[in-house]
């Protein structure tokens, strides 16, 4: 970061403020002393007094406030142009120009902009409102509809055919037939739109497939109200199901322009992500960042390392990475050879330094993390490798309050808590814990509570509890369980369960007991618990195929 | 490299990349599926065991391989995979 001292405008700028000031005193007090009255002099040299202090002091503020980095605010020119790009005012708060523009639904239209990459192809903004309109015509009328596609141009097309026609769009936390029946189930008359068939889903889909050519159309964009809850978003909950968390068309707009922001994402990017588009970071980063600001995005979701070689090298630079801490850490240790990189962000699981600078030097790029969760969006970040403090995105206020931290910021309708404990430092805050109730295994959020009620609603299982093994942290590699089922096997047990939770929950060791060991008080001993899992080899055979 | 030998040492590498330290390389089926039912392996497993793969023997899975589902549906085809990219 470059040292304010040697800005050679801010130099000269406070040395002709000094002047100024001392030449002001001077030509007042001869003033004074020549005529009697000289307050209209004093009034105009006042004045200019004021623009240099503005001049000189509201970056300097604006610095402060972390509505410029410090690097951009190396001249005032430079901040002039950081505040017109960014529609903020300087107090950091969003201008009403912009609070209009969030309005579209595409505030980032450029008629020759490119949206989306597709195996080297390119298509512009304007053909994609073609595209947007004609579906949007076509598609059924239905109040609310659940958008699988995997494929990201697919999927901004359901979602925008969705914003034109005022149907709301569900996003069910993962693509098991269970979880989007039950997403179905809370919302009679959803439309399942798939790009891709579901194994064993028992409702009707509309299959999505790939548009006719339309025409560009650059007439007036549709107009999405600021405050319409056009999307949901899910959580697995605690209650054994899915949980609802409506998002407002502005406030997602203005999310993705505050975090494209805090990035230097601009319209010439194009970001290449390894996530899906119906998770929170996803749909933030891959599809919301490229309706606001007009940057790309790349159609495909690269799972090997060798894919993500291959999406990388189908689009121009500058390109950003968009994935998690497994797949940085995969394409970093993979023998390959990476094109330029301008960055790559990691979010959805905690990010070592280590791991990060290993990255960097691997990929030759930076590496950033992002902070954030489903109810709120994003709202921090941090370069990994620099250290442990996470700087809040411009906006997002934190309070500690009994019962946990509550965030609040221009693109929340209303504060939200946080699952996390944290550490509040100058400038931001550190990462402690995770509340005990809820776990990620490779970056997937779930409670224990809600993970228990599945398992032990499995037809045959008389009791059985879910076991995090790693004492304190973060992150848990894989889960334990312990279960009373005399009658099940464990691969049907297996079976039954990889219906109703995601393969990542699947317990490693599962282990078959005869009863839990709970206490008087009816709870289960964690250390007994640990004890179990640990014992699992003498353990480990369950009655498989037992007579019942 | 025997074919035998090999399907040992790609078990072993199996067991190591995904911490499956209960197994003994003889419990893993060469024919046996290594996802979903059989090993019972996600995607998550996948991905380390790519990355295992890429370290050890420098082949690459990709997606685009029109029998990357055939490659990874048991250990025998892994490892003839693998043998005929680093033949």
Redesign the interface.
Known sequence: MRSRVHDPLYLLAILGFWTWIFVSLAFGALLLALFANAFWWSAVTNLIDYAIIALVFVPEYAVRRRVLTEEEHSGFFDYVRGLLRSGLQPNGRPAMKTLGAMQSIMPGFRPGGILVWRNGEPLTHGRFIGQVLALAQSMPEVRCAINLCEDRHLFLLALCACLVRGSRCLLPPDRLANTIEQVAAGNPGALCISDTPVPDLSLPLWTLGEPDAAEEDIGTLPEIPYERECLVAFTSGSTGRPQPHPKRWGDLMLGAVLAARRFGIRAETTLIATVHAQHMYGLELSIMVPLAVGAATESSR??????VR?ALGQVPAPRVLVTTP??L??CA????DWPAIDFAISATAPLSAEQARFAEGRMGTRVFEIYGCTEAGSLASRRTGDGPVWRWYDTVKATPTDSGTLVEGDFLPAPVPLADILEFEEGGFRLLGRSREMLKV?GKRASLADLNLKLTGIPGVVDGVFVAPEEEGLEV??LAAIVVAPCLGR?SL??EL?RVID??F?P??LVFVDSLPRNEAGKLPRRRLLQLIGR??DT?SGPDGAPC | MTDDALLDEVAQLIIEALHLEDLSASDIDPDAPLFGEGLGLDSIDALELALAISQRYGVQLSSDDPNLMKVLGSLRNLCDHIRARTA
């Open positions: 690269p799972f090997f390392p060798a894919d291959r497994v797949h850490t995969a240790g993979s023998a390959i490779a590699r894989r691969e297996l079976q990889r393969p990542v699947l490693r060791p699992q080899s480990e």
